[in-house]
């Protein structure tokens, strides 16, 4: 109707003026060169009417000839000015790229969009490592040309989830169409989040909870301590839970998120991570009374420990050993008794800089005992207090902080679900130094952190002594011995930055947790 009205006025004006000048005397030549652009006139005006009519008709948006495609993983759908396509996502949280393809002849505008849910449990958004930045008015596109949107969805398990993309020639010609709603940045948990948010209760008795909640980290509240304050933490027990990450292009495994210090008094959650294979063994120290030790059976304070200077940065200087893991080297370590050594070559194990640059600083407990075999100091809630505790041997260090340790004996006994004859309770009240008797067996066969070919280095000193360090049997239980003892395997251990994020993964072997 719109262009019948526009045709019919033009025409009328086209006879007035041809009558017109019919009257007038002009030459000939002007006569077409007038008509001429008169009917120039008339063809571009009923153009622009179609174009922008059929525009509003459709879209609500100028589109003309306007096309390309929206494609998620192998879905794609063509856009003739808008489309839209359909996504139903396998898994609870995915992150889905979205490439949106202009096929026109010219540069054009792109927006996407997602159609209104009811269910408010659901988060869509793009991430912060999005390619392109939706924007309701508009992204530009030149022809040929993608734009790729990194898009997270969250608690759609099985739901479909629409998506709808326009085209148009300029930031006015897009709007929101009815009943969608725009993508904005979603906020992403962090891995500590993440896991926390699947963590069973601590009231949960092991024995009564499903598969997939076995697998998870649980709760364990804790009382102050010297050296901290009262914290819950997160951990896994049993034989095998899903807590596999990949780390340093390697597989390590998650102890679990605590409150962790970074050495500035800001406590954080943060999640602490051991390498699944050892990187060799090594001393812990070896020095003897000739290189600062009180005796020559080494030195138990971490804070200049071999073991330490081999691990993490600063030690460059260092004739032997120095930062040699952790600048991804090889060269001369010690090992064996006073001051001995032998070559070692870190070139493929040792730390990449993309994994360092994950790794925060925190502050590592040096607290110690002296009594570990009875049942009033030799529990795992005794060796929690102990080594968060200020007893230490003489004027050793009672903390440390840097990047990379050994784990705790805590977190060893912490680790264990206990089995079907004696239970998780049974493990806790039986103090770690008897975990090797038969009747235990439980304990230390549910522990996932016990090695049954290793004997496995800890932070942790005997406060009576100067030279006795904790170490993890491969029989299952905790004792110590000396420091510059050759056997025991050294597995590192580090606390995660708070802004690590999982990316992917279940926590399985097949399918680790990815950081990012």
Known sequence: MIIERIV?????????????????????????????????????????????????????????????????????????????????????SETVTITVTNSSDRTVKNSIYYYTLSDSSIEIGYTSDSTTIPTVEGVSVEKGKTLTYKIKINGSKGKAIKIGSSMGLSNSNLTLPSGTTAFSLLSEPSASETLIAKANPESLDYNSATDEQKNQMWTFSHE??????????????????????????ELWRIIGVFDVDDGTGKIEKRMKIIRNESIGNYPWDNKDTSTGAE????????????????????????????????????????????????????????????????????????????????????????????ERGTTVYSVHSTSWTGKVGL???????????????????????MELYH?????????????????????????????????????????????????????????????????IKVISGSGTTSSPYILG
């Open 224 to 249: 102050s301590t010297e050296q901290l304050g009262a914290t819950t933490d997160y951990r896994y027990i049993g034989a095998n839970p899903n807590n596999y990450v990949k780390f340093n292009d």
């Open 407 to 429: 784990m705790y004996p805590s977190d060893y006994g912490y680790a264990t679900s206990g089995g079907s004859s004696k239970n998780r309770a049974s493990c806790m009240a």
């Open 8 to 92: 019919e006025g033009r025409t009328i004006f086209m006879k007035e003026v041809i009558n017109k000048l019919a009257d007038t005397k002009i030459s000939t030549s002007y006569l077409f060169i007038l008509l001429g652009v008169c009917a120039l006139m008339m063809t571009g005006y009923f153009s622009y009417a179609w174009f922008t009519v059929q525009g509003v008709q459709q879209y609500s948006v100028v589109t003309g000839n306007l096309s390309g495609s929206i494609t998620i993983g192998a879905n794609s759908v063509a856009i003739e000015g808008a489309g839209t396509i359909s996504y139903t996502p396998a898994t609870d």
């Open 295 to 386: 005796n020559d059976y080494g030195k138990n304070n971490w804070s200049d420990a071999r073991l330490n200077y081999l691990l993490n940065p600063g030690h460059e200087s260092e004739t032997y050993g120095g930062s040699l893991y952790w600048n991804r080297k090889s060269g001369t370590c010690y090992y064996g008794s006073s001051n001995g050594t032998r070559s070692c070559n870190f070139t493929s194990t040792g730390l990449t800089d993309t994994s360092k640059s994950m790794i925060g600083d925190a502050k590592w407990y040096l607290g110690g005992t002296g009594d570990f075999v009875s049942s009033s100091n030799g529990l795992v809630s005794h060796f929690y207090k102990n």
């Open 435 to 499: 975990w090797d008797d038969s009747s235990y067996s439980d304990c230390k066969n549910n522990d996932w952190l016990l090695s049954t070919d290793t004997v496995q280095w800890t932070i942790s000193p005997s406060a009576g002594d100067s030279f006795y360090v904790f170490y993890v049997i491969d029989n299952g239980f905790v004792g110590a011995n000396y420091a510059n003892y050759y056997r025991p395997a050294a597995h590192p251990v580090v606390h995660l930055k708070s802004t």
